[in-house]
C-alpha cells in the first residue's frame, strides 16, 4: 500500500535517466538511473578514526537519534550469529521508522531490512543490507565496507568507508508524477539523503574523545532521540487535543445561535 498523497510511478522511466555527483574533501558521492527508477549510489568516505569505530556505528542496536532519518528504531532480532575467522559473523532482521521530506511533502514510513555483520576480517570489515519490507520502497539493498588507512610506518591514521547501494520507490509524491525532470527529483533525495547520513556519521565522531569511547555516544545519542521522539508525539497529542476542543466550541457556539 502507498503512502497517503502518494502515487505509483509513471511508465517510460527510461526517458528520466541520468547521473548526479558530489564530491567534497572527503567523501564522493555519485548516483546514476541510467535503467529507469532503480537509483544506484556509490559512496566513498574518508574518516580519520579507526575502522572499527565507524563499524560500531553502522552495527549498533539503536541508531535513534543518530540518524536525522530515522526517527525510531523497532524491533531487532538476530537470526543468526557465529564466530568466523577473527571475530564474528551475525544476520539480524531491524525494523526502523523512518522520515522523508520532499519541499513541502513529508511523510513517516516504516522498514525493516535483514542486515549481515562481518567483522571476521579487522582489515575489511563489512556490512550488507537487504529489504524485507517497506511502505515506500520495492527495492533497498547494498553494503558498506570500512578499511583502515595507513601511514608511511603502517600505523592506522583513519579509515575508508564504501557504500554501494540501489533504491526503487514503490511511487512519488502526486505533485511530482508528471514533472519533465522526476529522474534528477529522484537522484536528488537519494544524494541529499546520503549527504545527511554522513555528516550525520560525522557529528557522532566529533563527540568520541578519551574520556568518551563510540559506545558511549551511541548511547547518550539515543536516549536523546527516544526522549525528542516523545516530546514530539506529546506535542502532536496536544495540537489535535487543542485541536478537538476549538472544533467542539465552534460547534456549541453555532448551535447556541438558534435557541
Not at 6 to 26: F, I, M, Q, T, W
Not at 98 to 112: R, V
Not at 130 to 139: F, G, K, M, P
Request: hydrophobic fraction near 35%; proline fraction near 4%; include cysteine.
Amino acid at each position: 500500500m502507498l503512502s497517503k498523497n502518494v502515487v505509483p510511478l509513471p511508465p517510460n522511466g527510461e526517458r528520466l535517466a541520468g547521473e548526479s555527483v558530489d564530491n567534497k574533501d572527503n567523501y564522493s558521492l555519485q548516483v546514476s538511473n541510467a535503467d529507469g527508477y532503480l537509483c544506484r549510489l556509490q559512496a566513498t568516505c574518508h574518516f580519520p578514526v579507526a575502522p572499527e569505530t565507524v563499524y560500531a556505528i553502522f552495527v549498533n542496536t539503536d541508531n535513534t537519534g543518530v540518524f536525522r532519518d530515522i526517527k525510531t528504531s523497532g524491533r531487532r532480532e538476530v537470526i543468526e550469529e557465529k564466530p568466523q575467522g577473527k571475530g564474528h559473523r551475525r544476520v539480524v532482521e531491524v525494523e526502523q521508522v523512518g522520515e522523508s521530506k520532499i519541499l513541502m511533502w513529508h511523510t513517516t514510513f516504516s522498514t525493516e531490512v535483514r542486515v549481515v555483520e562481518d567483522d571476521s576480517d579487522p582489515a575489511r570489515l563489512k556490512t550488507e543490507f537487504e529489504l524485507v519490507r517497506s511502505d515506500i520502497l520495492t527495492r533497498f539493498h547494498g553494503s558498506w565496507l570500512v578499511t583502515p588507512e595507513t601511514d608511511a610506518k603502517g600505523q592506522v591514521i583513519g579509515c575508508t568507508a564504501i557504500l554501494e547501494q540501489e533504491v526503487l520507490p514503490r511511487g512519488v509524491p502526486a505533485f511530482l508524477a508528471n514533472v519533465p525532470v522526476l529522474g534528477s527529483a529522484l537522484r536528488g533525495v537519494v544524494i541529499r539523503s546520503a549527504q545527511r547520513m554522513i555528516q550525520d556519521i560525522e557529528s557522532i565522531l566529533g563527540r568520541v574523545n578519551d574520556t568518551t569511547d563510540i559506545h558511549e555516544v551511541l548511547r547518550r545519542a539515543a536516549k536523546k532521540g527516544h526522549a525528542q521522539e516523545a516530546d514530539k508525539q506529546a506535542q502532536s497529542q496536544r495540537k489535535e487535543q487543542q485541536k478537538q476542543e476549538a472544533a467542539e466550541q465552534k460547534r456549541l457556539g453555532h448551535g447556541g445561535r438558534f435557541l
